[in-house]
């Protein structure tokens, strides 16, 4: 069983970065794709963005053009940098890691964007 932790989070001004880090305790290889979702006050989990083991990756419309999710595989970590955050990408986000049918996920961290 392969845990996810994330890192990286926390207060930043609008127009600021931030990276998260979502670690393995185990190969991240075994995952098909991973991805990170938000989910802010009141809403519903949302994809970020996603990532295939063969580098595929997409974003939601919110994020494209700020966003960028990379994994490495031999440091079984994957990130997750943000530019140019705007207030509205205040949420909790969390790591997802899809193995076949099983998804593991992380506890999630905590970004807030001050305007």
């Known amino acids: 069983q392969v845990q996810l932790v994330e890192s990286g989070g926390g207060l930043v001004q609008a127009g600021g970065s931030l990276r998260l880090s979502c670690a393995g305790s185990g190969s991240i290889f075994r995952f098909d794709a991973m991805g990170w979702y938000r989910q802010g006050p009141g809403k519903q989990r949302e994809l970020v963005a996603r990532?295939?083991?063969?580098?595929?990756?997409n974003y939601a419309d919110s994020v494209k053009g700020r966003f960028t999710i990379s994994r490495d595989n031999a440091k079984n970590t994957m990130y997750l940098q943000m530019n140019s955050l705007k207030p509205e990408d205040t949420s909790v986000y969390y790591c997802n890691g899809l193995d076949g049918e099983d998804n593991y996920w992380g506890q999630g961290t905590q970004v807030t964007v001050s305007s």
């Open positions: 990532i295939t083991r063969g580098g595929n990756t």
